[in-house]
């Protein structure tokens, strides 16, 4: 994705030549200001600027008065918003509601010059792996890790011309749309697999139960040894221990030889 932002052709130019405004929010609890249930001022933090999109699900309130001491920071719909510190810096998202809100001091705001630069095409460029490379690579580590607005001030970019910036974002649209449709199609097959998985596993067991149901079915225990014994009657015939039958009776026989033995 990172190549369809170079081009040796496009001049570069520095956010504060083509920007309306660069600015950051402030802590209400440093200013006395309390948190407050709807209605109040939406109060957008770093953990609601998520990458192209924003987050948020649980939204956060401030008292009115918040937007009277900080005005420099008050959004209107199309601002682009990137965060500046910690672990999320460089994720940049574009607020598009027209509720009354404001930013804290880990959000930075830029607001685009519409005649020279399109806020979907900055948003794409700060959230492209190579920036956000370039901003980690510049950032100061106090307590935390941060970007401050003097250096997004002086940032260059590469500036295509309007146009070719509205081509850019609409390649990497279908990017993302035939990257999503990729993922999801990765993910159903992943539970057909799981299905087809535990309908075999399934039916092995059951293909062993069966079996092993017939070999019990089948199975013929076997009976103790028995030993062959003969015994002999007292008149003289031969005996099976397994058998009444007499096996063969033996009779004594004399024969006398013609010389007379």
Known sequence: MQGVFENGNW????????CVLISKGS????QGINYVDEPGVLFITS?????????IEQRKYVEEKFNISDKKSILKNGDVLTNIVGASIGRTAIFDLDDIANINQAVCLIRCNQEF???????????????????????????????????FRSLSIPLPKMTEQKEVVIKIKEFHVRNKNLKSLSKKLMIWKNLR??????????????????????????????????????????????????IATKKKITTKSPEGA
């Open 11 to 18: 001049e570069e130019k520095r956010l504060e030549e083509i």
């Open 27 to 30: 802590s209400p609890k440093w």
């Open 47 to 55: 953990e609601n600027v998520g990458e192209n999109t924003l987050l």
């Open 117 to 151: 630069l399109f806020n979907e095409y900055l948003m794409y460029l700060l959230n492209s792996p190579f920036t956000k490379q370039h901003l980690h690579d510049n950032e100061v580590n106090n307590a935390r890790a941060n970007l401050s607005l003097g250096f």
């Open 197 to 246: 998985n535990r309908f075999c596993k399934k039916r092995l067991m059951e293909n062993c139960e069966a079996l092993k149901g017939v070999y019990e079915d089948e199975a013929v225990t076997p009976l103790a040894t028995k030993k062959k014994i003969t015994t002999k009657s007292p008149e003289g015939a031969v005996y099976d221990s397994e058998a009444v039958t007499p």
